[in-house]
């Protein structure tokens, strides 16, 4: 590639250096192939490398270059401009899939016939012929792998090593320290002692969940079900299996994946403090080391971008749209999923309309990527469905008699077809208990009959920042034996380490979520552990959970079945199953199809979505919460972005993410709505993230009361 010496591909640095083509595409393959060398890929990786910036050798592009690093602002011109395809154009002839890859560099993977129908139609020809000189090695036909998750692979291969080159030349890489060996990991939780605040009987079966975990870790790589009641150890001892396999396995990271951000925080947490603060990444949208400009913070935020840290714990969310987002700064990090132990915490969780694409993405980790998969969970879902696991095999960590594990007593017909006042009054007459509403306006009907002293609200209509103190909160209430009545949504039911020994009542629901919330009574054992369910006379106001419902009512309140039987949880996945559509979004068709865009945006034609964990269609409302340094930090944030968007400029990360703890999302209905009723109340910021300026954010209920004094039906 000596020809490539005389073309710039990066501009001038701090120290006043340029960066060859020849260095950049040379620096970029090794690193690529180096990335791909675990799944065999070396090869590919270098290929698509050495093509991937051809496009920069254009005299337009150059010239461009050479008048933005003096200053000016030539107007952009995409055949002229544009490197990336270009080098697709390039490569076209001799392999379609490489030149998918490479168009997908900046801004996204195409879809493949959307990508094959832009370079047969002559508009690159021009680009290709004026670069077609410049080497030799892209006139041999080159294989790829056609499998939608190779070619993920092979792209996280290229845009990483392509993001690290870049960063290294213009000096904002920062050297990586030296951290624990798996094996270190591993002797540091062999060290760990099992929590003694517990009966006996508790005691006895997190020690035997444990000795099963260390067992069952040197079995070989595959999918496991870690099948345990709450409250029986699963954070450490599944931490523990996790590292024992990666051990025996020979695998390079453990990846804890949760759908809820409680768990994402206490997990993080308890991991840092056995295995230390730099061997764990928590990676959220609400990550604090994306809100400082430090060494530190900088280098998580570059571990953040491709994951390369003994240990990750993350959002569901996270995980599965990075898997298929087929965008750069999204991808970058997965071919440091090979090789790893995926944890995947509460899969139950997981929504039931993207259950096939989920799973099939955790097959292909397995059988091409040489991944473990623990699913683990008191209520882990049957996954043997043809549409889902189908006949992989799935290791059972425990014991069937460990699910069977119970510390509380269950009553469905108490509370039927009652008034919310009749759950206050109930719950009045104790000491301390929890009811957990399928809505954020049952929950706070229930909040409003409660003691006024010892009331306690928990929803999403408090932000981040808010629920992590109410949490901590009732922490300290239920261990100092105070009084402490809580009414709460979903948002307590799975992850949160409260133990609330005598009474629980949860609003009939799926019945993973019932045996979800029963955990979080008598956990210790140490308490009476009576838990009702409880059916409002106004009925189900969650239409999400109209099916499971529909089951729960045929196998508890008709054929009388036991919640705790493995066998009535299996019964109830399987006619679960039966009734949904467990990829609604086609998401499959469109994966085979290499119709990465399409997966990644939805198709207009139809205005369904892609493959989204989370709706994307809430509306942001950041609200002033917390200590006066909290709220001053938000204020600089705030204006931080007002500055970036008055100069059409794109808001800095750090800001943005700095929101994330202070917002309230909200449907547009309910939104609209609030809009009506306080017409001066929402300052547009940016995107759909709106400053509240109306009545004051409450510290019992934040904008609860507001938005249940609208008119109409709760937005849950």
Not at 280 to 309: C, I, M, Y
Not at 643 to 660: D, F, T
């Amino acid at each position: 590639m000596s020809l490539l010496t005389e073309y710039i591909a990066h501009s001038r640095n701090e120290s006043g250096a340029r960066q060859t083509l020849e260095e950049h595409l040379t620096n970029v393959a090794a690193l690529a192939a180096k990335f791909a060398e675990p799944f065999s890929q070396e090869n590919a990786a270098e290929y698509v490398a050495l093509a991937h910036d051809l496009g920069k050798a254009k005299a337009s592009w150059q010239e461009r270059l050479l008048r933005l690093e003096a200053g000016e602002k030539p107007e952009w011109d995409e055949l002229k401009h544009d490197h990336k395809m270009a080098g697709a154009a390039l490569v076209y002839a001799t392999s379609k899939l490489a030149a998918l890859v490479i168009a997908g560099h900046h801004g996204g993977i195409p879809d493949f016939s959307v990508m094959c129908e832009e370079v047969e139609s002559g508009k690159w020809e021009e680009s290709r012929r004026e670069i077609q000189s410049l080497s030799q090695d892209f006139r041999t036909e080159k294989s790829l792998g056609s499998d939608y998750f190779q070619l993920m692979m092979l792209f996280s291969c290229l845009v990483d090593a392509d993001s690290i080159d870049t960063g290294s030349h213009f000096g904002g890489r920062l050297v990586v320290p030296t951290l624990n060996t798996m094996d270190e990991l591993f002797d540091k939780l062999l060290l760990v002692r099992l929590n003694g605040n517990s009966s006996e009987e508790v005691q006895d079966m997190r020690t035997a969940v444990r000795a099963s975990c260390l067992e069952k870790a040197s079995i070989k790589r595959g999918f496991f079900s870690l099948h345990a009641p709450t409250g029986s150890g699963k954070t450490i001892s599944g931490g523990l299996w996790a590292a024992g396999h990666a051990v025996h396995s020979g695998l390079r990271r453990i990846v804890y994946v949760a759908p809820y951000r409680t768990i994402i925080d206490q997990t993080s947490d308890v991991y840092a403090g056995i295995f230390g603060d730099e061997n764990v990444l928590p990676h959220h949208s609400t990550a604090d080391f994306w809100t400082g400009s430090g060494e530190e913070e900088k280098l998580q935020r570059q571990l953040a971008e491709n994951w390369d840290v003994p240990v990750v714990v993350t959002t569901s969310e996270q995980f599965f749209e990075s898997l298929y987002s087929g965008r750069p700064g999204a991808a970058r990090k997965l071919h440091n999923l090979v090789n790893s132990v995926i944890v995947v915490d509460e899969p139950q969780a997981l929504p039931l309309h993207l259950l096939t694409p989920c799973m099939a993405a955790l097959k292909a980790l397995v059988s091409q990527f040489g991944c473990s998969v623990l699913f683990m969970s008191a209520t882990v879902p049957t996954l043997q469905d043809s549409r889902l696991l189908g006949d992989v095999s799935v290791t059972n960590v425990l014991d069937e008699d460990f699910i069977s594990a119970r510390r509380v007593t269950v009553n469905i017909d108490r509370f039927r077809s009652c008034y919310w006042s009749d759950v206050s009054r109930f719950m009045s007459e104790t000491s301390q208990s929890l009811a957990i509403a399928n809505t954020k306006a049952g929950a706070l009907r229930i909040y409003r009959g409660l003691p006024v002293m010892s009331r306690t609200y928990l929803s999403t209509w408090l932000c981040p920042a808010h629920r992590r103190k109410v949490v901590a909160k009732i922490k300290t209430l239920l261990q100092s034996g105070a009084k402490c009545h809580v009414a709460s949504t979903q948002v307590i039911e799975a992850g949160v380490d409260l133990d609330f020994p005598d009474v629980l009542l949860r609003e009939k629901a799926p019945l993973d979520s019932l045996l979800q919330a029963f955990g979080r009574c008598n956990r210790n054992g140490k308490g009476n552990g009576h838990c009702y369910v409880f059916s409002p006379a106004e009925g189900n106001a969650l239409k999400d959970y109209e099916k499971a419902i529909s089951v729960v009512n045929h196998l508890l309140y008709e054929k009388g079945l036991d919640a705790f039987a493995s066998e009535t949880l299996s019964t109830y996945y399987e006619m679960l199953y039966a009734i949904s559509n467990l990829d609604s979004k086609e998401i499959m068709k469109h994966v085979e199809n290499l119709n990465f865009e399409t997966v990644r945006y939805g198709n207009d034609e139809t205005e369904e979505g892609g493959f989204r964990l989370i709706a994307n269609d809430q509306v942001h409302i950041i609200v002033e919460y917390g200590t006066a340094e909290q709220i001053a930090k938000l204020r600089e944030a705030v204006e931080a972005i007002k500055m970036k968007v008055a100069a059409e400029e794109i808001p800095p990360r750090w800001a943005v993410r700095r929101l994330q703890n202070f917002v309230v999302s909200v449907y547009p209905s309910t939104f609209d709505k609030l809009g009506r009723a306080f017409p001066l109340a929402l300052d547009h910021l940016f995107l759909n993230y709106y400053v509240w300026q109306g009545p004051d954010y409450n510290e019992s209920t934040g904008l609860g009361d507001i938005i249940d004094s609208l008119s109409g039906k709760d937005e849950d």
